[in-house]
């Protein structure tokens, strides 16, 4: 009797482990009726709300965030209906609640921010509402001024959904007091009979990390953790041999030799130039060994370069020695964050308000003073923001990164597509797969999962 | 005049009712969503695909992988922290072991502590860069690489019995303070050593405890995710990720809760056959 009480139990138990899986969900709009146009289809911009209004808007805990604080209180000075709430969480709880705002019948969220390989899977499932008469009702608003590759991963099936927000694109931070170093120069110049310069090919950067690591100093801080992180570096790495992860026919080409080339060296820089036992850093630890002196050279989001080189931030005396460059062979992996306005929020003219206001030349142009990753070709080059931001060498830097960028994945399954073929990529840097099998297991996942409606 | 239902009916019928629908509701939902090709992205659209969800893990190489990797964590974790939990309680209930009640306090603590904060502060602590476990061990000329994919779920096993192997304590501790004293004192006046008193006399009266102890933890090491999560996301590739991570990963960033639902339910499964296997083994050893 007892036996059986228990195993009753345990059942219960047992089952209660599945309980805490999927959980009901109402229904969502089907992507027809979201894609009706905005209900502000007139030529005229929106007009502001005759009753007060408050706006909650998702937003990820990052610097960024900060400087939007901190100007939303002049929107509201000169709209004094409309209130601005802001809800900042980290970015691994942002994706479900994003979700769950979408499927309830009135939205959580007025606004929300949208990372770029979302983009296509919410604007395809009916979630965000088109812009494109909006941005025309706006006048000044000049949507073309956003650098093109960033524009263009909020642009679904012809439609403005998103507009831009800031710019993670990657780019390569170096010691370049190590580079402009007369003892090193003289070293790699008698061992590789050339000058130490930074790399601009991939066997030039595997050279020079060696060179480094035989200094005592590790030639690159690499971000190889599993998932996003390995996909996002070394994805610069396969533009640099030539390859992609799909060709301009969408055809799966991660397999192919550029593939292999781009990843049996990625391998080679880990195993002989990165700093031990680093499989599963990110960014961060990328970041803290080049501040704290031990790594020369890292691939990372451009706006690290005014982090590292702030005085009296993380890297203490060594900072203003930093220097940013494209990444080997030019091309970059693009990341951005764009503002989206949900298909189920009552307040889409407000919620547009706020956005535009943010997102304009004048207040954009604040923004990137005040230390935002810029996102307009007009901010990038305005003196002003060079005076007053981190210099027109950066900005310059960064516009050429920006031209000359593109996403990880697009498509209504990038997000699954980065994440597999980052643990594919993972497990071959950890020796698990072979370069090979890897690259051949990550074609097919990609296959099998582009094949999906 | 009769009532309805017999006042026993009655009694039982708020919690039955109450069952049903914080247990029983959403586990038939998530059998139909398992029996569907339901995406959150696209709910509307669900379609019934029968079993094709569930045969589909058959030639999925990530989904068994998961369950390969969760058996291992479960099987190390706890047997481990059996064999710790058990001779801590030895140490504990002996009258002769000092300071034993401020050991009893202290040793308990770390069950107490939200599983995702243990593992992110095990994630600074083993941490190559910053972490003080890897910096001692090198200052001996020991290098562990902590989360290298040859140790990674070896770590997270170990991360495990740090905290709950108290919670074995606490349970095997309290079945020892209600043995009764007479078999001891037999055992004692035939002789016995110590060894031999824990062999043949402890063992066999703590059976019933033990099995509970092991069974409870068993179910729990098997929901293994906060570790997981906060420390190596599952890498380094697949090598710890567990299923209940793998779970999460296809229903809660892929959306695709249909076949998510139906891991769940295999999971329930395999909880169910390792729980009626341990069961008969242990009856058979009685016998």
């Known amino acids: 009797m007892k036996g059986k009480l228990l195993i009753t139990i345990l059942l219960a138990l047992a089952l209660g482990i599945a309980a805490c899986g999927p959980k009901p969900t109402p229904a969502a709009t089907p992507a027809s009726e979201a894609e009706t146009p905005a209900a502000a289809a007139t030529t005229a911009p929106p007009a502001p709300p005759s009753e007060t209004v408050t706006l909650t808007v998702i937003m990820e805990q990052v610097p960024d965030y900060d400087i939007v604080a901190q100007l939303t209180p002049q929107f509201e000075a000169k709209n004094p209906n409309i209130k601005i709430k802001f809800d900042a969480m980290p970015y691994d709880a942002m994706r479900d609640k994003i979700l769950t705002s979408f499927l309830a019948p009135q939205a959580t969220y007025d606004i929300i921010i949208v990372d770029n390989p979302w983009m296509d899977e919410f604007a395809k499932a009916g979630f965000l509402t088109p812009l494109d008469e909006y941005i025309a009702a706006t006048p000044g608003y000049d949507f073309n001024d956003f650098v093109g590759p960033v524009r263009e991963i909020g642009v679904v099936d012809g439609k403005v959904y998103g507009v831009p927000y800031y710019n993670y694109a990657l780019g390569m931070i170096v010691r370049q007091d190590l580079f402009d170093n007369p003892d090193y120069q003289a070293k790699y110049q008698a061992k590789y009979g050339k000058p130490l310069t930074v790399p601009t090919t991939l066997e030039d950067y595997v050279q020079v990390g060696q060179f480094f690591k035989e200094q005592g100093i590790y030639g690159a801080a690499m971000q190889p953790q599993r998932g996003y992180k390995v996909f996002e570096e070394w994805k610069n790495w396969l533009y640099a041999a030539g390859g992609d992860l799909m060709d301009a026919q969408g055809n799966v080409i991660i397999d192919n030799e550029a593939a292999q080339k781009a990843l049996e060296l990625y391998i080679e820089m880990y195993k002989t130039a990165a700093p031990p036992d680093s499989l599963n850093w990110g960014f961060d630890e990328s970041l803290r060994s080049m501040a704290a002196g031990e790594s020369a050279t890292m691939i990372s989001y451009n706006w690290m370069l005014p982090t590292l080189n702030k005085p009296g931030g993380p890297a203490g005396d060594l900072a203003g020695k930093f220097a940013l460059y494209e990444v080997p062979g030019g091309k970059a992996v693009l990341g951005t964050w764009h503002w989206a306005i949900p298909h189920n929020t009552p307040n889409k003219d407000a919620a547009w308000m706020f956005v535009s206001w943010l997102t304009s030349k004048m207040v954009d142009k604040q923004r990137v003073i005040m230390g935002g990753a810029p996102t307009r070709v007009s901010v990038m080059t305005d003196t002003e923001v060079w005076e007053k931001g981190f210099g027109k060498g950066y900005y310059e830097t960064v516009l050429k990164i920006l031209e000359d960028a593109e996403p990880l994945a697009r498509g209504p399954h990038a997000e699954e597509i980065i994440n597999e073929v980052g643990t594919y990529l993972n497990s071959a840097v950890a020796g698990e797969m072979s370069v090979a099998q890897a690259l051949k297991a990550a074609a097919e996942k990609t296959r099998e999962i582009s094949a999906r409606p | ?287």
Do not use: C
């Open chain 2, 1 to 287: 005049m009769q009532p309805l239902l017999h006042l026993k009916y009655r009694l039982l019928a708020p919690l039955v009712l109450v069952l049903g629908a914080v247990i029983g509701y959403p586990l038939a939902f998530s059998l139909w969503v398992s029996l569907h090709n339901y995406t959150l992205t696209a709910i509307g659209q669900a379609k019934l695909v029968g079993a094709a969800n569930y045969l589909g893990l058959l030639a999925n190489p990530s989904y068994w992988r998961a369950i390969g990797n969760t058996v291992t964590f479960v099987l190390v974790a706890v047997g481990l922290e059996l064999i710790l939990g058990f001779g801590l309680a030895l140490l504990l209930h002996h009258r002769a072991t000092p300071l034993r009640h401020l050991f009893r306090s202290l040793l308990l603590t770390p069950m107490f502590i939200t599983p995702i904060a243990v593992g992110l502060m095990f994630r600074f602590l083993l941490n190559s860069q910053l972490g003080i476990i890897p910096q001692a061990l090198k200052a001996l000329g020991i290098h562990v690489d902590w989360f290298g994919s040859r140790l990674a779920l070896f770590s997270l096993a170990l991360i495990d019995v740090w905290q709950w192997t108290p919670f074995m304590l606490l349970l095997l501790l309290a079945g020892l303070e209600a043995l009764p004293t007479e078999p001891f004192e037999a055992a004692r006046v035939d002789g016995a050593s110590g060894w031999n008193m824990v062999r043949y006399v402890t063992l066999p009266l703590m059976r019933p405890v033990i099995l509970a102890a092991v069974v409870i933890r068993m179910l729990d090491a098997f929901k293994v995710y906060e570790y997981v999560y906060a420390i190596t996301r599952g890498g380094p590739g697949e090598s710890t990720e567990t299923i209940q991570y793998h779970i999460y990963r296809v229903g809660f960033l892929y959306f695709r809760m249909g076949e998510a639902a139906a891991m769940a339910y295999t999971l329930i499964i395999v909880v169910l056959i390792l729980v009626i296997l341990l069961f008969y083994v242990l009856r058979r050893s009685a016998t």
